[in-house]
């Protein structure tokens, strides 16, 4: 398996511009998780999914996010529109769960470094 | 509220020697599981290690252990014969029963130094 893929692997835009980040988990993997990581606020969970379904989404920062799963294969987070601020890198990350049949032990991409100038 | 708490910010190791980073957990749940990982500056979050809570042997990966006390909720990693490829973020992480959802430390740096 080529492990967690993420899409762009950089991405610098334009505020006010909308940015989709791309994810596809591990193939049979229950749960997907988006993260963000900046040097102030360290790691922060945004949004998760479980079998497609969004799970919690609390961390969501505002209404300029958002995110989807059309199928247990791909994922995308959008901000629109961006803004300084959400510059940052931001991880998918996927977990085989069902039950106790998996550790829970999530499995990170490469991640999405985003510049918004 | 489940919390993991990671109290030492950064931290620095000679070449070859022996370190150890200390995380501690908050829970009322019985069966969970706990993890460290790495992230080195490449940026790529890679597992270090796992231990299942009902497990009382503590686990090993080469020259990666656990120091896990269940009853004082702590879970410190021990790294031996550090190298330079060591150097790195380390998250100590903690989940439970089926939620998926992974409860992470603040992170350690660390520091290897020849």
């Known amino acids: 398996d080529a492990g967690v893929i993420q899409s762009p692997r950089h991405e610098v835009t334009e505020m006010g511009q909308e940015v989709t980040l791309r994810c596809k988990p591990i193939?049979?993997?229950?749960?997907l998780f988006w993260y963000r990581q900046t040097m102030m606020r360290g790691l922060e969970l945004l949004i998760y999914f479980n079998n497609n379904v969004p799970i919690d989404d609390s961390g969501m920062p505002e209404d300029r996010f958002s995110a989807k799963m059309p199928n247990a294969s791909f994922s995308t987070l959008k901000i629109q529109p961006s803004e300084p601020r959400d510059s940052a890198v931001y991880f998918c990350?996927?977990?085989?769960?069902?039950?106790?049949?998996?550790?829970?032990?999530?499995?990170f991409g490469p991640g999405t470094r985003l510049t918004v100038l | 509220a489940q919390t993991v708490t990671q109290s030492q910010p950064e931290m620095s190791v000679q070449e070859a020697e022996t370190v150890t980073l200390s995380c501690t957990y908050d829970?009322?749940?019985?069966?969970?599981?706990l993890f460290w990982y790495k992230q080195p500056p490449s940026r790529q979050m890679i597992l270090v290690i796992r231990q299942e809570a009902y497990k009382q042997q503590n686990a090993t990966e080469n020259r990666f252990s656990v120091n896990f006390q269940k009853a004082a909720k702590s879970f410190s990693l021990k790294i031996s014969d550090s190298q330079l490829g060591d150097t790195a973020m380390y998250f100590c992480a903690f989940t439970y029963s089926n939620t998926g959802k992974l409860i992470f430390g603040q992170g350690t740096t660390l520091q290897v130094k020849p």
């Open positions: 193939s049979g993997h229950d749960y």
């Open positions: 829970t009322s749940e019985n069966n969970y599981y």
């Open positions: 990350a996927s977990s085989l769960v069902r039950g106790l049949a998996g550790s829970g032990e999530q499995f």
